[in-house]
């Protein structure tokens, strides 16, 4: 019997992030082909990770998933790995890190060095890296990998596919209006003074901070998102595009800066000049620019569905279909 350990790290994870539905994933994929000999295990006890190789419950046969690389666990379970000569596969995904130089939380203003070191470690911990775009592998293997183990960086879609499921349950239930969100529940002192211009400005748009007063449940956010037709993303820096992903899956148009790392995602539609909205200053020398572009995406949102459509279609299908992580991890060989 072959064990699939899917190993969480809750104090690097909020509940609603992709990483903790892997493991349901790979669930339904074994109940729904009857797959013989394979186990699937959520876990995220370190302790009773190392009990499992003290005792001999984990074979070499078994494989090791990170949804998050940058979690620290990834360096105890090859330590123990080689310690009780039990070698496993480790594979592991990178949704944000140090080498992503605009990120505030994870690349901070002080000495990157460390940052750095850690993500290195873990890096050569795993047996294969996973990146969702060439942009993402690029900026690991020049910030933390370097020229080591070139063979153990890929590209590989992530498996949000569940998104589709999820958000089905909103789609046809609520009538578009003519409404720009901001669906984020945090937001800078910039921000607000952006979003209380538009409110100023526009006197037939409906203007929404989703969370203003208190952080809303899942089900309310994706609620709102579903009756407006703009959402306002105002990106500093890269993702993986989770949030662009669960717009367009609710018919409703992302509209994010043109900054390198989502032009890959996004069409240039729905794409802004990341300059017009950089500080106070940028902004009101741009912002007619900005509103104009809020304004036609708005007034003419039916004559863009069919590129909201075509999006949706082309980011399943290159970015976030689980296919391939499920052939890596059953070793099913498509030509077969």
């Known amino acids: 019997m072959k064990t699939v350990y899917v190993v969480v790290d809750r104090l690097i994870n909020d509940p609603n992030d992709w990483e903790l539905h892997l493991a349901s994933m790979l ?60 070698p496993v596969k480790m594979i592991g995904f990178w949704t944000r890190g140090c080498y992503i130089n605009q990120d505030p939380e994870y690349r901070p203003l002080n000495d990157r060095n460390w940052r750095k070191v850690h993500e290195r470690a873990s890096f050569r911990c795993l047996d294969e890296s996973y990146f969702i775009s060439e942009f993402h592998k690029e900026q690991f293997r020049i910030y933390v990998s370097k020229f080591v183990l070139p063979e153990r960086l890929n590209i590989l879609p992530f498996p949000l596919d569940y998104l589709n ?55 309310q956010l994706m609620t709102q998102i579903s009756k407006a037709k703009v959402a306002f993303l105002p990106y500093s820096h890269p993702n993986i595009g989770k949030e662009i992903y669960e717009c367009l899956l ?13 032009r890959h995602l996004v069409p240039e539609e729905f ?38 459509k075509e999006t949706q279609e082309y980011l399943y299908e290159n970015f976030f279909d689980s296919e391939k992580i499920i052939q890596q991890i059953f070793g099913i060989d498509k030509r077969i």
């Open 27 to 86: 669930h339904g994929y074994v109940e729904a082909t009857n797959t013989q000999n394979v186990c699937i295990e959520e876990v995220e006890d370190l302790a009773g990770i190392k009990k499992l190789f003290s005792t001999g419950k984990i074979t070499n046969e078994d494989i090791f998933v990170f949804p998050n690389a940058w979690t620290t666990m990834t360096i105890y379970v090859k330590h123990w790995s080689e310690n009780y000569q039990i």
């Open 250 to 262: 609710l018919d409703t148009i992302p509209l994010v800066p043109d900054i390198e790392g989502f």
């Open 165 to 219: 499921m999820e958000l089905s349950a909103y789609k046809g239930n609520y009538y578009k209006q003519n409404t720009m969100i901001f669906p984020w529940h945090k937001y800078t002192a910039l921000h607000e003074q952006i979003m209380y211009d538009f409110i100023r400005v526009y006197n037939d748009i409906n203007i929404i901070f989703a969370q203003e007063r208190e952080p809303l449940t899942r089900f």
């Open 271 to 308: 794409r802004y000049t990341p300059e017009w909205t950089e500080n106070i200053f940028n902004y009101s020398k741009y912002a007619p620019d900005l509103t104009s572009k809020i304004k036609e995406l708005t007034y003419e949102y039916d004559s863009y569905k069919p590129l909201i």
